[in-house]
């Protein structure tokens, strides 16, 4: 069993920047790849961006990939998501997400590898 609980989120307008951030419990939480995803109103939930277990293997949805950058510090069960030059089509919930069983590049993009999930944090960004 992995809690997560994200932080970070808010109220901020275009191009303005914001710090998710996604705290885990746990002695093992540095063995779990982690995701981050997101869901806007009326529409289905997103990949948004990954990482491995030791922070070396990074994941990108098109979308953000110039956008934001997922790191994690493991000393401190933590994994960020630092969201640059936002846009109003980035508000979302953003939900981070725990994982062990990833061995493919490609299961760090679905949300079915993921076995622990947060309760989000809302994301809004004004024109």
């Known amino acids: 069993q992995v809690l997560l609980v994200e932080s970070g989120g808010g109220l901020v307008q275009a191009g303005e920047s914001l710090r998710l951030s996604c705290t885990g419990s746990?002695?093992?939480?540095?063995?779990?790849?982690v995701g981050w995803f997101r869901r806007a109103p009326g529409k289905e939930r997103e990949f948004v961006a990954a990482v491995n277990w030791g922070g070396g293997d990074t994941y990108y949805s098109d979308s953000v990939k110039a956008q934001f950058t997922i790191s994690r510090d493991n000393g401190k069960n933590t994994v960020y998501l630092q969201m640059n030059r936002l846009k109003p089509e980035d508000t979302a919930v953003y939900y981070c997400a725990a994982g062990r069983a990833l061995s493919r590049g490609s299961d760090y993009y679905t949300g079915y590898s993921y076995a622990w999930w947060g309760q989000g944090t809302q994301v809004t960004v004004s024109s």
């Open positions: 746990g002695r093992t939480f540095g063995s779990y790849a």
